[in-house]
């Protein structure tokens, strides 16, 4: 059973920098394409980081590239998210997501953690 645990949220200040964990268990994230994502009260889950089948396909959008660093330590089989001089609004909380394919694509989600950012 594929399981994705976040972990290292928290309240920080703007301009701080915090690292937030995605541990996997049932599956090995090596080889799967997973994803950070963020929800804000009131708004779309969104895309802040993507890294492919190999580690030199990453993908971020513009609200976060130069800040966020997404990274997987495959012999801990977890899923960093380096954040940089944060903002008051990447206040939201984080998802990991793994895709899988077997048959089809199926896409597993953690259960998010908190990042608030606030002076």
């Known amino acids: 059973q594929v399981q994705l645990v976040e972990s290292g949220g928290g309240l920080v200040q703007p301009g701080e920098s915090l690292t937030l964990s995605c541990t996997a268990s049932?599956?090995?994230?090596?080889?799967?394409?997973v994803s950070w994502y963020r929800q804000a009260p009131g708004k779309e889950r969104e895309l802040v980081a993507h890294?492919?089948?190999?580690?030199?396909?990453?993908n971020y959008p513009a609200s976060v590239k130069g800040r966020f660093t997404a990274s997987r330590d495959n012999a801990k089989n977890v899923l960093y998210l380096q954040m940089n001089n944060l903002k008051s609004e990447d206040t939201a909380v984080y998802f990991c997501?793994?895709?899988?394919?077997?048959?089809?694509?199926?896409?597993?989600w953690g259960q998010g953690t908190q990042v608030t950012v606030s002076s």
């Open positions: 997501m793994m895709n899988i394919f077997t048959t089809k694509w199926d896409d597993y």
């Open positions: 049932g599956v090995a994230l090596s080889g799967h394409p």
């Open positions: 890294l492919g089948f190999t580690d030199d396909a990453t």
